[in-house]
């Protein structure tokens, strides 16, 4: 009685967190505790100025050190000025310190901080942590869990610095810095009743992401629709397609296209 009870619990926690996986944003839940997650990130990135596509990849692992706080180490790397090269790396961080659980839904609220380092030109006064940008980013992001529907809404201060290799920043002190905003929606489609793990979960979602340079007021707001399967309680697959809405701040790539793997290690440590 107890092994099914115990079996019951763990299709019912996997199935909640499978739902608010976002493709392009951070959920204020975390991956389950003593766990790791390994990623291919690949992003297909249509120029600004060129109708011409390059090709950006990223490597990430993921740690869960416990309920309330996990890491993320990312390297990027990518093939924008015609010779295929590493980019720079990241380093994410997130502790959730605030939750409601009932039965079928959740709350929760999460602080995070990102550390970007690249080694690429600077061409844009947008910030962009993954592999174009240097910077730190420290957020706040809160998500709900209704039945099978997520919502989640994010803000955070961004800093821009120089990039590594000599690339300064040549926009001038005062526009450094910048607010970033986030607003997701996720509906978990299939299964449309939970029998056991093997189920493939299918869930279709919707993504806001935007940022305003606070030195001239020049924003963005990008638009972001998404699939994601959830293969076995373990495999993840996305794909999505992330584009401008509204767009006046000085971007290079402005449009993309991304495919992820995932694979997760559950119980690893201790």
């Known amino acids: 009685m107890k092994f099914i009870l115990l079996i019951g619990c763990c299709i ?3 199935s909640l967190y499978a739902q608010e996986l976002f493709t392009f944003t951070e959920p204020a839940s975390n991956m389950p505790a003593k766990s790791i997650a390994i990623r291919a990130n690949n992003y297909f990135v249509k120029s600004s100025n060129r109708n011409k596509y390059s090709y950006n990849g990223a490597a990430e692992i993921m740690i869960g050190i416990s309920k309330k706080l996990m890491v993320h180490a990312e390297a990027f790397a990518g093939n924008d000025e015609n010779n295929f090269k590493l980019d720079g790396a ?3 961080f997130k502790y959730r310190f605030f939750s409601v659980d009932e039965v ?27 592999g174009s940008s240097s910077g730190t980013e420290l957020g706040l992001v809160t998500t709900k869990l ?18 590594m290799g000599g690339n300064k920043f ?12 986030t607003l997701s929606f996720g509906q978990l489609f299939l299964p449309v009743e939970y029998k056991n793990y093997e189920q493939t979960n299918v869930t279709a979602m919707i993504e806001f992401l935007g940022q305003t340079n606070t030195g001239n007021g020049n924003s ?13 309680s373990k495999i993840r697959v996305d794909a ?4 401008p809405v509204f767009d006046n701040l000085s971007r290079v790539n402005d449009s993309r296209f991304l495919l992820r793997f995932e694979y997760n ?5 201790k």
Do not use: C, W
């Open 12 to 14: 019912a926690t996997t």
């Open 90 to 92: 990241s380093i994410y």
């Open 240 to 243: 999505g397609y992330r584009f």
């Open 170 to 181: 040549v926009y001038g002190a005062s526009q450094r810095n910048a607010v970033g905003y």
């Open 220 to 232: 963005f707001l990008d638009a972001a629709p998404s699939v994601q399967f959830i293969i076995k």
């Open 104 to 130: 079928h839904s959740h709350f929760r609220m999460a602080v995070y901080a990102r550390e970007a380092f690249s080694n690429s030109k600077i061409n844009q006064l947008s910030y962009d942590g993954h």
């Open 265 to 269: 290690f559950f119980s690893v440590f």
């Open 146 to 163: 209704m039945n099978k529907m997520a919502l989640s809404a994010g803000a955070s201060f961004i800093n821009i610095a120089n990039n």
